[in-house]
């Protein structure tokens, strides 16, 4: 009876153990389970949190006339205080939400696409309003260094600021190279390098285009003097375009010539001068363009001996451009420009 007892007694704590061996496999197996889902989750939540990262914090590096500038994320709203980066957002489907002196540039810059209504004025381009310009929580601004370094500090405490230089100091390239390379660093910040490649390589076709016309009207190859000229003190100025300046450069890729030899290094692109400085030139095609208010070709010079002389005068070799040619612009006015030039050589 007691071995009877005692083999029972074996049994069950046999079957118990194997219980417990299974429920601990059991345990385990639930345990590992979870163990594996909670990863999962893990790395999904950490997959997500990246992606965050990337669209809101991730940083672009441009080179402006300061230095490198690390700016975060891709600005949207974006204030510009010098005409011809505002042209080259639009020029790349961006919009400023401000832009300085907007009067001026709907004069001076004749583009598609325009401003749109909505553009807030932010005061002048010498001048710009801080307040205005605070109202608007800008997420960048953009301004030319020459014009606003003195106040860097204020614009920087108001959003982070992009100081570019149109104008390269001697042996630092001309002004058209450093549109393009600008029109680049612009499009890099808001994530539109491939559409600035476009709008370049459009530029260069309209070029070839253009030249082509000139050659086909056999006047490719002329040399030019071109003149932006206006009245000071009741006589007449004149700006003449040196080959550093953004207008000769284009005129270049259209295939024509500058005839002006400026002696002297001129950072703006331009020696002020006066009609008697013009005689050494008169072999040449004279372009100029004066604003329809302020035309001192009709008033100024009207009977003027030593204008009235010169022989593209009398040979009738004088070119108007249109009074808002705009010879300090991107690739958008670049282009009119070009077409203007063509237009007004071949008589169209």
Not at 283 to 297: K, L, R, S, T, Y
Request: glycine share 6%; with cysteine.
């Amino acid at each position: 009876m007691n071995n009877m007892k005692g083999w029972l007694y074996m049994k069950f704590h046999h079957y118990i153990s194997i219980f417990a061996i299974l429920l601990l496999l059991s345990a385990a197996g639930c345990g590992q389970g979870n163990d594996t889902g909670d990863t999962e989750n893990q790395e999904e939540q950490d997959a997500n949190e990246n992606t965050d990262e990337t669209a809101n914090g991730e940083t672009t590096t441009v080179t402006d006339a300061t230095g490198e500038k690390e700016i975060e994320g891709t600005p949207e709203n974006i204030v510009v205080l010098e005409w011809v980066y505002a042209e080259d957002l639009l020029a790349l489907g961006e919009n400023p939400i401000g832009v300085a002196d907007i009067e001026g540039y709907e004069s001076w810059v004749n583009i598609e696409p325009e401003l749109p209504d909505n553009v807030t004025d932010v005061g002048t381009r010498q001048e710009p309003s801080l307040e205005e310009i605070a109202q608007l929580e800008p997420d960048l601004i953009i301004t030319a260094q020459s014009r606003h370094e003195s106040i860097s500090d204020e614009l920087n405490e108001i959003a982070p600021t992009l100081m570019f230089e149109p104008y390269p100091e001697e042996g630092e390239g001309n002004q058209y190279e450093e549109m393009e390379t600008t029109f680049q660093e612009i499009a890099k910040v808001v994530d539109k390098e491939d559409k600035a490649d476009d709008v370049l390589a459009d530029l260069d076709e309209s070029y070839e285009q253009l030249e082509t016309q000139l050659t086909e009207a056999e006047v490719d190859d002329t040399d030019v003097l071109l003149s932006q000229a206006f009245s000071a003190n009741e006589t007449a100025s004149l700006r003449l375009f040196t080959d550093n300046s953004m207008a000769m450069q284009i005129m270049n890729n259209i295939g024509l010539d500058n005839a002006y030899d400026g002696e002297e290094f001129e950072l703006y692109g331009y020696t002020e001068t006066t009609v008697e400085s013009l005689e050494p030139y008169q072999d040449a095609a004279f372009m100029h363009i004066v604003q329809e208010d302020d035309n001192v070709f009709e008033n100024q010079l009207d009977g003027n001996p030593v204008w009235e002389n010169l022989n593209f005068v009398e040979e009738e070799r004088t070119y108007a451009l249109p009074g808002d040619t705009w010879t300090f612009g991107g690739p958008l006015a670049a282009e009119v420009f070009a077409e203007e030039t063509v237009n007004a050589l071949i008589g169209e």
